[in-house]
């Protein structure tokens, strides 16, 4: 059994996560910044935390991080404000994987997409720029660092049911997947070292989640 805190615990991919770890035995640290979010996140099993990463320094995040093996990074200001995007998405971000560091924590996986990369190509004047910029550093950095990070780009979120299989690889281009299934990727990239060190992009497709991880 390990204990992880999901960052962004009201989110639905986090959600569907907190639910699944918690039913595998793990003990799950929801951090949520709005307190009238913990009884959706205590329905799942899991605990709610109560705090606004944005607002807080590396030290005090170390010690909401304090005694957890694992951090998953599945928040996000939700767009329409590039000014709190690059405060949440790339700063917050950034500090929590300091914040990790420093409260002893080696595993860190971070919820990303599919495109994300410093070569995005989305234009500055689409709405979406500031997301892919803030995205694209956040993941170069936790790339730099001496964690033992994993990033994970799922394409297009969809709300239908899980099927517990992915496609991913050098020649797969974005396509959808279920919100679901990516929760099923985060866990099983938890629990399967060998994930460590790697951008593993995916959509939904034909191979077991465990399977197409392992390949």
């Given at each position: 059994?390990?204990?992880?805190?999901?960052?962004?615990?009201?989110?639905?991919?986090?959600?569907?996560?907190?639910?699944?770890?918690?039913?595998r035995?793990?003990?799950?640290?929801?951090?949520?910044?709005?307190?009238?979010?913990?009884?959706?996140v205590?329905?799942t099993?899991?605990?709610?935390?109560?705090?606004?990463?944005?607002g807080l320094?590396?030290?005090?995040?170390?010690?909401?991080?304090?005694?957890?093996?694992?951090?998953?990074?599945?928040?996000?200001?939700?767009?329409?404000?590039?000014?709190?995007?690059?405060?949440?998405?790339?700063d917050?971000?950034?500090?929590?994987?300091?914040?990790?560091?420093q409260a002893?924590?080696?595993r860190?996986?971070?919820?990303?997409?599919f495109?994300?990369?410093?070569?995005?190509?989305?234009?500055?004047?689409?709405?979406?720029?500031?997301?892919?910029?803030?995205?694209?550093?956040?993941?170069?950095h936790?790339?730099?660092?001496?964690?033992?990070?994993t990033?994970?780009?799922?394409?297009?979120?969809?709300?239908?049911?899980?099927t517990?299989?992915?496609?991913?690889?050098?020649?797969?281009?974005?396509?959808s997947?279920?919100?679901?299934?990516?929760?099923?990727?985060?866990?099983a990239?938890?629990?399967?070292?060998?994930?460590?060190?790697?951008?593993?992009?995916?959509?939904?497709?034909?191979?077991p989640?465990?399977?197409?991880?392992?390949?």
């Amino acid at each position: 059994m390990s204990r992880i805190a999901v960052i962004g615990g009201h989110g639905k991919v986090a959600l569907h996560l907190a639910r699944i770890l918690t039913e595998r035995g793990h003990q799950v640290s929801a951090i949520v910044r709005n307190p009238t979010h913990r009884d959706d996140v205590e329905a799942t099993g899991a605990e709610a935390v109560v705090a606004d990463v944005e607002g807080l320094d590396v030290d005090e995040l170390a010690e909401v991080l304090a005694g957890h093996d694992a951090v998953v990074w599945s928040a996000g200001a939700g767009g329409g404000d590039p000014e709190r995007t690059y405060a949440v998405d790339r700063d917050a971000a950034v500090e929590s994987m300091a914040a990790a560091d420093q409260a002893g924590i080696r595993r860190y996986v971070m919820v990303s997409y599919f495109g994300a990369s410093p070569d995005h190509g989305v234009p500055e004047d689409d709405g979406f720029f500031a997301y892919a910029e803030a995205k694209a550093a956040a993941d170069e950095h936790l790339r730099g660092t001496d964690l033992d990070w994993t990033v994970l780009g799922p394409s297009r979120l969809t709300t239908d049911p899980a099927t517990g299989r992915i496609e991913t690889g050098p020649t797969v281009t974005s396509s959808s997947v279920t919100r679901e299934d990516v929760a099923l990727v985060v866990a099983a990239t938890l629990e399967d070292p060998g994930t460590v060190g790697r951008t593993i992009r995916f959509n939904n497709g034909e191979t077991p989640i465990a399977e197409a991880l392992a390949g």
